[in-house]
T-cell receptor, first 113, second 115 residues
Framework: QKEVEQDPGPLSVPEGAIVSLNCTYS??????FMWYRQYSRKGPELLMY????GNKEDGRFTAQVDKSSKYISLFIRDSQPSDSATYLC?????????????FGTGTQLKVEL | GAVVSQHPSRVICKSGTSVKIECRSL??????MFWYRQFPKQSLMLMAT?????????EQGVEKDKFLINHASLTLSTLTVTSAHPEDSSFYIC???????????FGDGTRLSIL
């Protein structure tokens, strides 16, 4: 069993839809949780960064962490074609998420006109 | 802020060639940088942690003599793939963080193709 599980997709939604992306994990020591967006042939871009359980909102993006269920989510509201990319969850045990990151395999998202 | 630049973005070379990839933090100093490898449709795998002024820490299974890392300044780390072979073809990505309490920011990666 992988430490972090993420459905690879692809996930196809119409423009304007609400998108839900999820990851589950097995290591209860993870405390810092991140979502990165990766366009084709580019490096990952940090979208959201959260510590422990709870919600965090930034514009159209909302990150949720449920440590009791070992489950994290990223919601994208009013999805746009420019949101089409691969979304990677990442998590770490150490302070600030700056230590060794464990990534999910990424979910490929396509937002269609 | 927190911009990481990686160069070159694309390398195509013959088998046996050594290839150097640079990773720079443009607007912050980074005592620690990270090097990852990513195969198509797979996630990022950490290869090594680069520490300014000291030896890099390599992950299990990564050959330190094959992948030479130098972190000579607070804004520059280099990865040299020595005597590269076709199986070394991959997407190499670096990351850096402004301090220990900040998340990692990634460069745009280097696509390496060995013929």
């Amino acid at each position: 069993q992988k430490e972090v599980e993420q459905d690879p997709g692809p996930l196809s939604v119409p423009e304007g839809a609400i998108v839900s992306l999820n990851c589950t994990y097995s290591n209860s020591a993870f405390q810092y949780f991140m979502w990165y967006r990766q366009y084709s042939r580019k490096g990952p871009e940090l979208l959201m960064y959260t510590y422990s359980s709870g919600n965090k909102e930034d514009g159209r993006f909302t990150a949720q962490v449920d440590k009791s269920s070992k489950y994290i989510s990223l919601f994208i509201r009013d999805s746009q074609p420019s949101d089409s990319a691969t979304y990677l969850c990442a998590m770490s045990e150490g302070a600030g998420g700056g230590n060794k990151l464990t990534f999910g395999t990424g979910t490929q998202l396509k937002v269609e006109l | 802020g927190a911009v990481v630049s990686q160069h070159p973005s694309r390398v195509i070379c013959k088998s046996g060639t050594s290839v150097k990839i640079e990773c720079r933090s443009l607007d912050f100093q980074a005592t620690t940088m990270f090097w990852y490898r990513q195969f198509p449709k797979q996630s990022l795998m950490l290869m090594a942690t680069s520490n300014e002024g000291s030896k890099a820490t390599y992950e299990q299974g990564v050959e330190k003599d094959k992948f030479l890392i130098n972190h000579a300044s607070l804004t520059l780390s280099t990865l040299t793939v020595t005597s590269a072979h076709p199986e070394d073809s991959s997407f190499y990505i670096c990351s850096a963080r402004p301090d220990n309490n900040q998340p990692q920011h990634f460069g745009d990666g280097t696509r390496l193709s060995i013929l």
